[in-house]
C-alpha cells in the first residue's frame, strides 16, 4: 500500500501551511480583539474577509468540492489532509478558505441537486464567498435523531410552498451574511413511505415568516466565529415553487448525500484538533515544573501524549480508507467506514482534549487557550450528523447481518 501523497497534495499542504503560519495563527488574536468591538458580536471581523481574499489569491479556495466545474477538484484523499490542516484553526482557518459548514454541505448540495436557476442565484455567490448560508432540519419538538421525525410543514399553495414549524441549532444562522436557507420539511406528512415524505426548499433569509428567535449556545459558548447557532421560527413562510431542490419527497436522499461527505469533513478537521492539542501539551509539558521536575518528566503526562500520538495516527489511517472509499466505491459503497470514523474520531479527540485541559490546569479551561472551545466544538459532534449512537446501531446491524 502506498500512503505517500500524490504531488499535487504535497504542493497544497505547503501552501496550506504556510499560510496558517503567516496569516491564520497571527490572526486568531486579532479576530477577538476586532470582535469585542463590533456593533454586533455576529458582525464578521475585518481580518476574516483579509483572509478570505489572501486565500482566494493563493489559489486556497473551495478546496472540499470534488467537482471540478466548482471547486478545486480534488477527491476526497487529496482533501483529507488538507482539512486536517485547517482543523488546528476550526473557528478561523475552514472559513478563510471557503470550506467552513454549514456552507459545505450547501453548496454540495446546490452543485449536486440544484437547478441552473438555483446554481446561478445561491451557489455562484456561495462559491465566491459573498454570502453565507444555513441549513434547517432539527427541531425541538422530535427526536431529530430519526430525521423522519421532523414536523415542519412544506405544503403547496398555488405556485407557492407556505412553510410552517420551527428548527434550532441551525448553524450559521445569526451571521447577517447568513442569506439563504436550506429548508426541510414534510410535503407529504401521511404519505405510506416514511423517506418519501420530506422535501427540502430553499428560504431567503428575509422571507416574510422568516423569524431568528434567539441564538442557542452550545456549552455556554455562543460561537460567533461560525455565525451561531439559532432558533428559527418559519410561520407560513411563503415561497414559489421553482425554490424546491430536486423533487417533491427527495429530502431524505439529499440530506443523506449531503450528510456523507459532510461526516468524513468533520473527522478529517478533528483530526487536525487533535493535533493542536498534543502541539499545546508538548509545549505545556517541557515549560512547566511541578513537585521538582518538569510536566514532561512526570510519567502520567508521557503516558498521556504516548496515548493522543497513537489514537491520532490510529484514526488518521480510518479517516484516509473511508476518504479513499468514498472516491473508489462511492459513499454507499463506503457507509460503513463513514459511520465507523463518525463514531471513533469525536469521541476519541474529545479524550485527547479533556487531557490537554488537564494538563493545562485552569489555563486549560480558560479563554486564554483555544481548549475548552475545542472541546466543546469536538464534544458537539458526537451530536451532530447523527448522534453516535444512531451509527452504532446501523453498524451493528450490517455486521449481524452477515450472520443471520
Not at 48 to 60: N, P, S, T, Y
Not at 305 to 318: F, H, S, Y
Not at 362 to 367: D, K, M, R
Request: with cysteine; hydrophobic share 45%.
Amino acid at each position: 500500500m502506498d500512503f505517500a501523497f500524490d504531488a499535487r497534495t504535497e504542493e497544497l499542504r505547503a501552501r496550506l501551511l504556510a499560510f496558517m503560519d503567516e496569516h491564520v495563527y497571527p490572526a486568531e488574536a486579532v479576530a477577538e480583539e476586532q470582535r469585542a468591538a463590533l456593533a454586533s458580536p455576529w458582525d464578521t471581523p475585518a481580518v476574516v474577509a483579509e483572509l478570505k481574499a489572501e486565500a482566494r489569491r493563493q489559489g486556497l479556495w473551495n478546496l472540499f468540492l470534488p467537482d471540478a466545474e466548482h471547486g478545486a477538484g480534488l477527491t476526497n484523499l487529496q482533501y483529507a489532509p488538507l482539512a486536517e490542516i485547517t482543523g488546528r484553526s476550526p473557528h478561523l482557518a475552514p472559513t478563510a478558505t471557503n470550506c467552513a459548514a454549514p456552507d459545505t454541505g450547501n453548496m454540495e448540495v446546490l452543485a449536486q441537486f440544484g437547478n441552473e436557476q438555483q446554481k446561478k442565484q445561491w451557489l455562484e455567490p456561495l462559491l465566491a464567498g459573498e454570502i453565507r448560508s444555513a441549513f434547517a432540519m432539527t427541531e425541538p419538538e422530535v427526536a431529530s435523531s430519526d430525521a423522519t421525525n421532523i414536523t415542519t410543514h412544506i405544503e403547496r399553495d398555488g405556485d407557492e410552498y407556505v412553510i410552517t414549524g420551527r428548527k434550532w441549532y441551525i448553524s450559521g444562522a445569526m451571521n447577517p451574511e447568513c442569506a439563504i436557507f436550506i429548508v426541510m420539511g414534510k410535503t407529504d406528512p401521511d404519505g405510506a413511505d416514511i423517506r418519501r415524505q420530506q422535501s427540502m426548499v430553499l428560504v431567503p433569509r428575509d422571507t416574510p415568516g422568516v423569524t431568528i428567535r434567539r441564538a442557542m449556545q452550545v456549552f455556554g459558548y455562543e460561537d460567533h466565529s461560525h455565525g451561531g447557532h439559532a432558533e428559527v421560527v418559519f410561520d407560513h413562510a411563503r415561497v414559489p415553487v421553482s425554490n424546491l431542490i430536486g423533487e417533491e419527497g427527495g429530502g431524505f436522499a439529499i440530506a443523506q448525500a449531503r450528510l456523507g461527505p459532510g461526516r468524513i469533513h468533520h473527522c478529517m478537521r478533528l483530526i487536525g484538533m487533535a493535533e493542536r492539542a498534543i502541539e499545546l501539551m508538548c509545549r505545556r509539558a517541557v515549560s512547566r515544573t511541578a513537585f521538582g521536575k518538569a510536566l514532561a518528566q512526570q510519567g502520567v503526562v508521557q503516558n498521556w501524549i504516548a496515548d493522543a500520538r497513537v489514537t491520532v495516527e490510529q484514526l488518521r489511517l480510518l479517516v484516509l480508507k473511508t476518504a479513499w472509499l468514498m472516491d473508489t466505491v462511492g459513499n454507499k459503497g463506503a457507509h460503513t467506514e463513514i459511520q465507523a470514523i463518525k463514531i471513533a474520531t469525536p469521541r476519541a479527540v474529545v479524550g485527547i482534549l479533556d487531557r490537554a485541559i488537564q494538563l493545562h490546569g485552569a489555563g486549560g479551561v480558560s479563554q486564554d487557550f483555544p481548549l475548552a472551545e475545542l472541546y466543546a466544538s469536538a464534544r458537539t459532534l458526537m451530536l451532530a450528523d447523527g448522534p453516535d449512537e444512531v451509527h452504532q446501531r446501523s453498524l451493528a446491524r450490517r455486521e449481524l447481518k452477515k450472520y443471520l
